[in-house]
């Protein structure tokens, strides 16, 4: 009887302590999801909350925890009902029961036409929504401008199709699947098309390379459209990393461990990061153009390293160059002489 009176009490003190965690953290949680309803959307959003629990020791050699009744209650579980126990990547325990019907994921994501209607249907194919419903409360249906920044948005996300386009209501299905794009695949495929970005400026910028093209123009955009190719694998990859980070059983099924999760989520987001900074340099590029094109010209060869720049050109580039001296001079505020 004491033991189990020692029990009782130790339970209720858990209780209470595990109360007050509870209540201090969602707490913070109301604040940050105050934050996230800031948007216009019409949707809802349910943070599960997190509980904590001090282990209990039960005779001499069981320990143990209370589970939360609110979980109990939903799953209609009771006394002597068998719950399966998997330890998981990273010493994590996973509780579930044993004839558990698989988590129903909601689909739909509905979005109210407005001026922030390309960031809501960022936010609903990276948070990984199958269904996408469009929906204007104008009667005469879309205007030209948001039915432009739909397909906008509908070209920057692999995967996104249209499943239904009325007058007012337009559905964008979501057809990627993780299976056809795996993690570890789509970051090879990003660091491939990063690499070609930077081998293109490399051998712009090369007097010596040998790799001719047409124009400078269409060179500067061939190597900015990669960074488009880039992007929509980058929202893939968070889409497909999202999905694991919720599902333990789809990370076993891939054996990818949780930790290797936010690994790949730094490294697709550090080649982002390198794409954008390739269209800037390209950008660059073209701003200071008539800088860099007798520096380019594939005649030039400076004295030595340690020489002024010294443009050896024939007579014909000399007087092009003279002729163009005035223009130089005030590019983007700085002045240029060339002996």
């Keep these: 009887m004491n033991n189990n009176n020692n029990n009782s009490n130790m339970n209720n003190v858990d209780s209470l302590e595990s109360e007050k965690l509870n209540i201090k953290h969602n707490n913070s949680n109301n604040v940050e999801l105050n934050d996230e309803m800031s948007f216009k959307s019409k949707i809802k959003i349910k943070r599960i909350p ?29 006394r002597g009902d068998l719950l399966q126990i ?18 129903i994921k909601q689909k739909d994501f509905y ?20 269904n996408i419903i469009i929906q204007s409360t104008n009667p005469k249906g879309f205007n030209p401008e948001e039915i432009e920044e739909i397909e906008n948005s509908r ?18 299905k979501i057809i990627a699947s993780l299976e056809k794009n795996e993690p570890y695949q789509l970051i090879h495929t990003m ?28 060179e500067l955009e061939r190597i900015k459209n990669i960074d488009e190719k880039i992007n929509r694998s980058f929202f893939l990859i968070v889409r497909q990393l999202r999905a694991l980070i919720q599902d333990a059983n789809l990370r076993k099924i891939y054996n990818i461990p949780t930790l290797q999760i936010m690994d790949y989520r730094l490294i697709s987001h ?45 007579e014909k580039n000399n007087d092009k160059l003279s002729s163009n001296k005035s223009k130089i001079q005030n590019i983007n505020g700085y002045d240029v002489v060339f002996e």
Aim: negative net charge.
């Design 86 to 103: 998997e330890e998981i990547d990273n010493n994590d325990l996973l509780i579930k029961p044993l004839s558990s019907k698989p988590i």
């Design 111 to 130: 979005i109210e036409a407005s001026s922030s209607l390309s960031r809501d249907i960022t936010r609903a194919y990276l948070l990984g929504y199958d």
């Design 270 to 314: 550090l080649l982002e990061n390198i794409g954008d900074n390739c269209v800037r340099i390209c950008e660059s590029i073209s701003d200071f153009r008539d800088i860099l094109t007798p520096l380019l010209d594939k005649k030039y060869t400076p004295k030595s390293i340690n020489d002024d720049l010294n443009i050896n050109h024939n």
């Design 155 to 172: 070209k920057s996300f692999p995967g996104a199709e249209y499943g239904l386009e009325d007058k007012n209501r337009i559905i964008l």
């Design 50 to 78: 997190i509980l904590f629990r001090k282990i209990q020791v039960v005779g001499k050699n069981t320990y143990g925890i209370n589970l939360p009744k609110s979980w109990i209650n939903r799953l209609n579980l009771k």
């Design 191 to 218: 660091f491939g098309l990063t690499l070609s970005m930077i081998d293109g400026i490399i051998d712009l910028l090369n007097p010596k390379s040998q790799v001719n093209y047409k124009s400078l123009d269409d």
